[in-house]
């Protein structure tokens, strides 16, 4: 059965920095594009950042650009998000997603996800 496995979140004062990784596990992990999205309080799940299936096309949102980078690594089935100059309203729970194949900023395309990890930021 197909596992995402999230961690890394916290609380971190503006300005910090933080690293999320996604463990996957149960498919074929450079047969998916992955993604990272995020919700906050009374929001909808929102687009972050997507990376193709070699990890060399990445794409990111207006908000996080220049200060989040997406990468993976096909040997250990691993996704990862680095935040940098973190902002208050980085504020959500941070899900991983795959998608089969191709990437999307859709959240509803994506065909698994993780159970998510709070990244709080005080200004």
């Known amino acids: 059965q197909v596992q995402l496995v999230e961690s890394g979140g916290g609380l971190v004062q503006a300005g910090g920095s933080l690293r999320l990784s996604c463990a996957a596990s149960?498919?074929?992990?450079?047969?998916?594009?992955m993604g990272w999205f995020r919700q906050a309080p009374g929001k909808d799940r929102e687009f972050v950042a997507t990376?193709?299936?070699?990890?060399?096309?990445?794409s990111y949102a207006d908000s996080v650009k220049d200060r989040f980078t997406i990468s993976r690594d096909n040997v250990k089935n691993v996704l990862y998000l680095q935040m940098n100059s973190l902002k208050p309203e980085d504020t959500a729970v941070y899900y991983c997603?795959?998608?089969?194949?191709?990437?999307?900023?859709?959240?509803?395309?994506?065909?698994?996800w993780g159970q998510g990890t709070q990244v709080a930021v005080s200004s």
């Open positions: 990376i193709n299936r070699s990890g060399a096309g990445t």
């Open positions: 997603a795959a998608r089969l194949l191709v990437t999307s900023t859709n959240p509803g395309s994506y065909n698994y």
């Open positions: 149960g498919l074929t992990f450079v047969n998916y594009a």
